[in-house]
């Protein structure tokens, strides 16, 4: 994928969460955001994602803007990418098949026969065969996660956004979610990823990009960037949350 950013700037009640961001990522297969809390990482994921509108500014795709003001371009672009939060976002009151088979048939337009067939096979593929028929609450945390990455995955999406995916899970079940998510590097899916998994970002993140105080104040080669900030910032930021 190529990510650009022009001038992208947002602001919630006053406060400039994105200060006119300028940034061009360069040809890449996966890209970790990382920076401090309230930093403005997720609300970056979800404007490239098409879930949030900038106040200014333009992110490209592939050289292709998002369409902020066109609700059925926009509609078009959020079709073609896998979403996976923190966790909980399943449909609480749906078993995990449905949890998958929904988006399939009312965005995707797949007929109910196509996306149950979709459906399972993305399920099986995360060991989840066994557990199609219960709901979330009856489901671990770390398959809960599977299940939400199976759903992204079964819409063959362009590119996978992360938004810290482990943040809810214990170490086992954050383990379990990283495997899947390298898994899926090392298949080539280009992915985007905030993270606060440092080892995580450093060994599947072709880049990695340190956001804090609404602007991407430096970003490098993963291993470069670990090894040797350049921003004072960052290098704050790493001797913190490296230290234990
Ligand atoms: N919908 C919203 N309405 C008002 N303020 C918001 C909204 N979304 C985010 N903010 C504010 O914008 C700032 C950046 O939030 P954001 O969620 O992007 O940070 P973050 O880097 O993802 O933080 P974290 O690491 O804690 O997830 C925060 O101060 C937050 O309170
Ligand atoms: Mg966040």
Redo the contacts with the bound molecule.
Sequence with gaps: MRLTLTELTKS??G?R?LDAITCDFGELRSLALI??????????LRIIAGLETPDAGAATLDGEAVAFTDEEKLRAHRRRLGVVFQAFNLFPHLTALANLTLPLEKVHGLSPAAAEETARAALRRFQLADHAHKKPAQLSGGQQQRVAIARAIAIQPRLLIFD?PTSALDPEMTAEVLDVIAELKSEGRDLLL?THEMGFARQVADRVAF?AGGRIVEHAPAAELFAAPRSPECQAFLARILKY
Excluded: I, R
């Design positions: 919630f009640a406060h969460v920076g401090p809390s309230g930093g403005g990482k997720s609300t970056l810290e905030v956001l």
